[in-house]
């Protein structure tokens, strides 16, 4: 939050976490382009951007990835190894009992347990979708957590999904 922290020192690896939190504007200027200019001095130099998306449509961290070879994480099915991207529409739960959640193969419907997605995450890949221009960008959600069960995402997801900002 401050253009003189910013500003005070080059840098090589330069990591700016959480992107799309960071006011827009210093009065000093944008603060990623001011971060960005700390690297200008190094030839070698790395930078980063992490962050969970916010607006759709005014993400800085979804522009970014836009503009990057928009990488993806594939894991193989257990059952028929068919590799596919985790997502929300697969997991699959009983009303009142989140922790028999299970997430389903988008090719052979073969049911996931919190064992076996791990196991399938262990195999994954991570896969491009445009062409790399000189930017990898990396997308990956918390279905793909090793530290959160399906279950517990489960609850995370229900206590959220009806406040815009929690989801």
């Known amino acids: 939050n401050s253009a003189a ?28 382009a001011l971060a960005e200019r700390r690297c200008a001095t190094f030839h070698n130099k ?7 998306p916010t607006v759709k449509g005014n993400s800085r961290i979804e522009a970014l990835y836009e503009q990057g070879d928009q990488r993806m994480f594939y894991v193989p099915c257990p059952a028929c190894g068919d590799y596919q991207t985790l997502e929300w529409k697969n997991a699959y739960w009983t009303k009142g009992n989140h922790q028999d959640a299970v997430y389903t193969c988008k090719e052979c419907g073969s049911a996931w347990s919190d064992s076996d997605r791990l196991a399938a995450i262990r195999k994954g ?30 609850d995370l997801f229900l206590s959220s999904k009806d406040l815009p900002e929690k989801l």
Do not use: H, Q
């Open 46 to 52: 790395k930078m980063a951007y992490v962050s969970t």
């Open 125 to 154: 890949i991570w896969k491009a979708s445009a062409d790399f221009s000189g930017t990898a960008g990396f997308w990956i959600n918390g279905l793909y957590s090793t530290f959160t069960s399906l279950g517990e995402a489960v």
């Open 5 to 32: 922290s910013i500003s005070s020192r080059p840098v090589r690896v330069l990591l700016c976490d959480e992107v799309d939190r960071y006011g827009l504007t210093t009065t000093e200027g944008d603060a990623v």
